[in-house]
C-alpha cells in the first residue's frame, strides 16, 4: 500500500485521538512528576474535541484536514502544549498545500513532518535533548525515513517511524530538562520521560497501528 485517502488518515487520526484520551492518567502521572501536572488533561481535552470534529466533518484533502486538525488542538488546548501540537499538523499542512489531492504517500508524509519539525524548533526554541516532544519527533522522522529508503509501503513507514518516536520517549528519561517548566526540576526529571515525548509516540503508534490494519484487512 503505497499511499492512503484522506479518509483513511482522518480515521487514523481518531483512532490515535482515542489512545491519547486513554492515557490521560499516565501523561497525568508523569506530568504531575516533573511538570505541573496539567499536560495530560489539555491533550485529553484537545483530542477529544478533535475527535468529535473529525468524526462530524470530511476533508477533500490531506492539506484541509491537518488544517483543520491543528486549529481545532490550538483553539481548545492553548498554552504552549496547544500551540506545539497544533504545529504539528499546521505547518505539515503547509508543506503539502501545492498537493491537494484525496491521497499521500510515505514521501509527503515525510515532507510534512520535516516541516512540523522545523516549526517547532523554531517556536519552541528548544533542540533534540532538551527533554520535549522533539526527543520522540526527531527519530520518529529519521526511523521513518531510513525505511522509505527500502519500501514505499505506507504502513511499515509509519510503524517504523511509531518505533522511533517510542524509543525516543524512553530515551528522553535519561535527559536533564532544559526548557520550558519542567527545566525548574532539573535532577528531579531524570528517571522519567518527557510527557510531550509520550504524547508523541502515542500519536504516531496511534496512526501508524490505524493504518497498518487497513493493510491487514485488504
Known amino acids: 500500500m503505497e499511499q492512503i485517502s484522506t479518509h483513511q488518515l482522518k480515521q487514523a487520526l481518531i483512532y490515535a485521538a482515542d489512545r491519547i484520551v486513554e492515557n490521560e492518567p499516565y501523561l497525568t502521572e508523569i506530568d504531575s512528576i516533573i511538570g505541573d501536572g496539567d499536560h495530560g488533561i489539555g491533550m485529553r481535552s484537545g483530542f477529544r474535541a478533535l475527535k468529535d470534529l ?24 492553548g498554552g504552549a502544549s496547544g500551540v506545539i501540537f497544533g504545529t504539528l499538523f499546521i505547518s ?33 526554541r528548544s533542540a533534540p535533548g532538551d527533554k520535549t516532544m522533539l ?20 504502513a511499515q513507514v ?42 508523541t509516540a502515542i500519536l504516531f503508534a496511534g496512526i501508524a497501528d490505524y493504518i497498518s490494519s487497513i493493510k491487514e484487512g485488504e
Open 54 to 77: 473529525l468524526e462530524r466533518t470530511d476533508y477533500e484533502t490531506a492539506y484541509e484536514l491537518f488544517r483543520a486538525a491543528g486549529l481545532e488542538l490550538l483553539r481548545v488546548m
Open 92 to 124: 505539515g499542512r503547509e508543506a503539502m498545500q501545492a498537493m491537494h489531492k484525496r491521497e499521500v504517500t510515505a514521501d509527503e508524509l515525510i515532507v510534512s513532518f520535516r516541516a512540523s519539525r522545523a516549526a517547532i524548533m523554531k517556536r519552541g
Open 135 to 154: 526527543d520522540a519527533l526527531f527519530p520518529a522522522i529519521d526511523a521513518m525515513e531510513r525505511r522509505r529508503g527500502e519500501t514505499a509501503d505506507i
Open 158 to 199: 509509519l510503524q517504523a517511524g511509531a518505533r522511533g518516536a517510542r524509543e525516543g520517549a524512553e530515551a528522553s528519561a535519561h535527559l536533564l530538562p532544559r526548557t520550558g517548566r519542567s527545566k525548574n526540576f532539573r535532577e528531579k526529571g531524570i528517571g522519567y520521560p518527557d510527557p510531550g515525548a509520550v504524547s
